[in-house]
Each structure stands twice: as C-alpha cells, then as structure tokens.
C-alpha cells in the first residue's frame, strides 16, 4: 500500500497487488471524488494510469493530460507502494 499524496483536490492512495514479482493491479485505495470535475478527471486517469503502470512494470508513467495534478499523486503513491514491496 502507498503513501497518501495530495492531488491538489483530495488525496490518492494506490495498492499494488504483485504476484510472482509482477505488478498485476492497482487498486485506488483513495482518489478525489467529492467534485464532480474531479469525478470525472478520475473516471478517465485512473484506468489510463493503471494501465500503463502494470505494462511498464513500474510508476514510471506518462502523465495524463488535464490530470497532471492525479497523475503525480499517483506516481507517488504507487512509487513508495513498491519501494515497500522490494523491502
């Protein structure tokens, strides 16, 4: 589980679920959902972010545009969810 990181309009919070050494899925333990803007910025990073970590195998993702504010928060968490998972 990663830390929590402000995304300006509420906190995200991933878990990483790894099997044999394999990022598998990303669960969005947190995301801002209290706005419907943030609603819907979410509905469409999430899944692209997620995505992309487990084809990267890593938090080294591309940021998406128009949630670039969601898009490092998740790096964040994700990056210390797996530095936790190496320990």
Do not use: C, H
Not at 2 to 21: L, M, P, Y
Not at 30 to 43: A, E, G, H, L, V
């Amino acid at each position: 589980v990663g830390s929590v990181a402000d995304a300006t309009w509420g906190n995200i919070q991933v878990k990483a679920v790894i099997q044999n050494k394999k990022i598998t899925s990303i669960q969005f333990l947190q995301y801002p959902n209290d706005r419907n803007r943030s609603i819907m910025i979410n509905s469409y990073a999430d899944p692209q972010l997620s995505t992309e970590a487990i084809q990267a195998q890593s938090a080294n993702v591309d940021t998406v545009t128009g949630a670039t504010d969601s898009s490092q928060a998740f790096i964040q968490s994700l990056s210390a969810a797996l530095s936790q998972a190496k320990a």
